[in-house]
């Protein structure tokens, strides 16, 4: 079948051919990343839909706004060649009325940990998603799990406001020296590129330990060693449906989640582990 691109709310209706829907919301410059959450969403649905539209509502007054990578030719070559049904790319002035008043608020978990650093950050995040998923309707959503708070807040969404949708989270693709494949990864040099490594070594180096102490000590010891250069904006270990930090009686999955910047690039990585496993 001929990959249909959609602009608006028509278009969409139009190409719905009947059975399940899943779609996978994306800012494009897609990756192996996004499309193992197609691949995901292909054999779990009838029809594939790949959201490609970079929400300005997300992105606060110093962010990668206008600098973030639109590569809107290799997207629609990468999902043609996932097999994807339907490219739903609408147009910023389409999506948000100058006039817009309502939004969704992602409530006190979306102002810790990463909404700590990036106010607003998760109210844009879930508008965006629910106008997706308002316009889309599908019966699957796919998301990666790179982006666990706004994987835990958009499970929190479809719970709290009773969306007849299930959210399936996808484990992060990493390139083999450890590094999280990212749309932001483009803007590192050979060198930055070293030092950001040291995320996913802190990460692996935490996950090895077994009391909440040792795994913060012993990422937060990798961290450092990286020196000046990487300028670390959290580390935490949460519970990864709350995001709340877990304490030293805490039993079960956990997150382990770092943000840091490299020069002006700012990256997110996680892991999940098991604590006090019996
Ligand atoms: O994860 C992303 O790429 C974005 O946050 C999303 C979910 C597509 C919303 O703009």
């Known amino acids: 079948m001929e990959l249909i691109v959609a602009r608006g709310r028509e278009d969409l209706v139009k190409a719905r051919r009947g059975g399940t829907v899943a779609l996978v919301p994306t800012m494009g410059a897609l990756h192996e ?3 193992s959450l197609i691949r995901q969403a292909r054999v779990r649905a009838d029809q594939v839909v ?16 206008s600098r973030y990578p639109r590569t809107f030719e290799s997207d629609l070559d990468a999902c043609r060649a996932e097999d994807v049904d ?4 609408p147009a910023a002035e389409d999506m948000y009325a100058p006039d817009r008043q309502v939004g969704v608020s992602a409530g006190q978990m979306g102002r810790i940990v990463e909404g700590a650093f990036r106010p607003g950050h998760f109210d844009g995040v879930l508008t965006v998603v629910l106008k997706l998923f308002n316009l889309v309707q599908p019966d699957l959503a796919v998301f990666g799990q790179k982006d666990a708070q706004q994987l835990a807040l958009i499970r929190r969404m479809v719970a709290d406001l009773d969306l007849p949708i299930e959210i399936l989270g996808v484990p992060t693709v990493r390139e083999p020296d450890g590094l999280a494949l990212s749309s932001r990864n483009r803007y590192l040099s050979g060198d930055d590129r070293r030092v950001a490594l040291a995320l996913s070594r802190a990460l692996r180096a935490g996950a090895a330990q077994l009391t909440p102490a040792e795994i913060r000590r012993t990422a937060r010891a990798v961290l450092d ?8 904006d959290y580390l935490a270990l949460v519970d990864p449906a709350t995001f709340t930090e877990v304490g030293d009686g805490f039993e079960g999955m956990a997150v382990l989640a770092v943000a840091a910047s490299v020069g002006s690039t700012r990256l ?8 006090n496993p019996s």
């Open 268 to 275: 997110i990585d996680n892991v999940t582990l098991t604590l």
């Open 50 to 65: 790949v959201s490609i539209f970079v929400n300005p509502l997300q992105f606060g007054p110093n962010e990668d706004f």
């Open 86 to 89: 339907v490219v739903f790319h």
């Open 225 to 232: 060693e990286a020196g000046p250069e990487l300028d670390v």
């Open 33 to 35: 990343g996004h499309r």
